[in-house]
């Protein structure tokens, strides 16, 4: 696997090195491309983790629940067609032992009120969805490109997935969101150095 396009993280190599520890995710990734979602992105801890697990000497695969597949579509909101995008990804990896969650987040804004007690603003591609992860260290992206080359979205960087440090994002996701996957991730990674939320207001005013 190698990079599409240029990277000045020097650690890029060593990412996708270590990625290749993974026997999931090359399957996962050739599912993706099979089936050509428009912005998608393979992303979540299919990837940081399988980092922290290569790192601390772990089974690749220790610990992921699922393998996140994020693509984004605006031309129709409706759940009936993210519903159908779901039904299809159950075909192309339905022999698959991963469990592949497919997402619109072109829809996200519609509940993640619902769910998280906080508005969210649409976003704008799968690279905005990503860049609102509770935790910077969880903002990563990789996609398979038509030329066969590998893109990886990792606007803070990828120092701290391998230093096992995990810092907070609060641009969207409220903190109890972020205390709530810290506590869990360290029962099963008791290495990581979790940073504490910040003080202050949850997330940044909003522009005038």
């Known amino acids: 696997m190698e990079p599409a396009g240029p990277s000045r993280d020097p650690r890029l ?6 990625l290749r520890h993974n026997p999931a995710l090359p399957e996962v990734l050739a599912g993706a491309t099979a089936l050509d979602l428009p912005n998608w992105y393979l992303t979540g801890g299919c990837l940081f983790q399988t980092v922290w697990n290569v790192t601390t000497g772990r089974p690749p695969t220790h610990g992921i629940k699922d393998y996140d597949l994020f693509y984004h ?18 075909a192309v990896f339905g022999d698959l032992a991963a469990r592949v969650e497919i997402r619109n987040e072109a829809r996200v804004h519609l509940w993640y009120e619902d769910r998280f007690g906080v508005p969210c603003p649409p ?12 935790a910077t260290t969880c903002c990563l992206g990789v996609r398979r490109e038509r030329d066969g080359g ?33 506590r869990r991730w360290l029962r099963t990674w008791p290495e990581l150095r979790v940073l504490p939320w910040p003080e202050g207001p949850e997330r940044p005013p909003a522009a005038p």
């Open 13 to 18: 190599t060593a990412f996708l090195t270590t």
């Open 73 to 90: 579509d605006a031309s129709d909101l409706s759940w009936e067609a993210e519903d159908a995008v779901i039904r299809a990804g159950r």
């Open 123 to 134: 976003h704008a591609s799968v690279e905005a969805a990503i860049g609102s992860f509770a």
């Open 150 to 182: 590998l893109r990886v979205h990792a606007p803070h960087g990828l120092a701290d997935v391998f230093d096992l440090v995990v810092r907070p994002n609060p641009v969207l996701a409220p903190r109890a969101v972020y205390e709530e996957k810290t």
